[in-house]
């Protein structure tokens, strides 16, 4: 029952127009890719969908180590997800034990790498007829400060807490455009715990 009421949450913003401002151009310090990477068996509504999982990766292209801060749990509060439909959360954590907001240093070069579903995306479902239309969007990394995570952002309507979250922001950087039209036979299907969210530091550019 949790599920289908954030799953409900998340995908009303999908139907509203573009709202607010987007924050100003990002420096070139970190740079944001992502790709759809595979898909994983979810049931909602007493039906089965295939649900898209993304890779997002923030590198560090600096010479010197990098900082960001997020939740150390709710880690999915740092991205936003843009297109023509407007801002929204493109996944959330749905469950979370110690969450205090962590520090994450980059080295140089480096970066880390986040893995999630994409619960406000729903690509793929299990009969044809019920596919949505294509979605094309960007996700981005809300690059708030240690003590502007700490504070947080609860208690405000979605719609207006993304846009707290960037006005708030001292960046978010962008990923390349994808796109919930894929081969779903070119992905992997996640099973066990790779259909949860994670995130880790990758060394030598992986």
């Given at each position: 029952?949790?599920?289908?009421?954030?799953?409900?949450?998340?995908?009303?913003?999908?139907?509203?127009?573009?709202?607010?401002?987007?924050?100003?151009?990002?420096?070139?310090?970190?740079?944001?890719?992502?790709?759809?990477?595979?898909?994983?068996?979810w049931?909602?509504?007493?039906?089965?969908?295939?649900?898209?999982?993304?890779?997002?990766?923030?590198?560090?292209?600096?010479?010197?180590p990098?900082?960001?801060?997020?939740?150390s749990?709710?880690?999915?509060?740092?991205?936003?997800?843009?297109?023509?439909?407007?801002?929204?959360?493109?996944?959330?954590?749905?469950?979370?034990?110690?969450?205090?907001?962590?520090?994450?240093?980059?080295?140089?070069?480096?970066?880390?790498?986040?893995?999630?579903?994409?619960?406000?995306?729903?690509?793929?479902?299990?009969?044809?007829?019920?596919?949505?239309?294509?979605?094309s969007?960007?996700?981005?990394?809300?690059?708030?400060?240690?003590?502007?995570?700490?504070?947080?952002?609860?208690?405000?309507?979605?719609?207006?807490?993304?846009?707290?979250?960037?006005?708030?922001?001292?960046?978010?950087?962008?990923?390349?455009?994808?796109?919930?039209?894929?081969d779903?036979?070119?992905?992997?299907?996640?099973?066990?715990?790779?259909r949860?969210?994670?995130?880790?530091?990758?060394?030598?550019?992986?």
């Amino acid at each position: 029952m949790r599920l289908r009421f954030f799953l409900l949450l998340l995908l009303l913003p999908l139907c509203g127009p573009v709202f607010g401002q987007a924050a100003p151009p990002a420096p070139d310090d970190l740079v944001v890719t992502a790709e759809i990477v595979g898909y994983s068996k979810w049931a909602y509504a007493g039906k089965k969908y295939d649900m898209l999982h993304a890779k997002m990766v923030v590198r560090n292209t600096t010479n010197h180590p990098r900082e960001i801060s997020m939740m150390s749990c709710d880690w999915p509060e740092s991205w936003v997800a843009s297109g023509a439909r407007g801002f929204f959360e493109p996944t959330y954590q749905p469950s979370c034990d110690k969450n205090t907001p962590a520090i994450v240093t980059i080295p140089a070069g480096e970066a880390v790498v986040f893995k999630c579903p994409l619960f406000g995306i729903n690509a793929y479902a299990g009969n044809p007829e019920d596919l949505n239309g294509v979605i094309s969007f960007k996700l981005g990394f809300i690059d708030l400060t240690s003590q502007d995570v700490w504070d947080g952002f609860y208690g405000i309507p979605q719609k207006e807490r993304i846009q707290a979250k960037i006005q708030k922001a001292r960046a978010v950087y962008w990923s390349n455009v994808i796109t919930n039209k894929i081969d779903i036979n070119a992905v992997e299907k996640l099973l066990g715990d790779d259909r949860y969210l994670s995130y880790s530091l990758a060394w030598n550019g992986k």
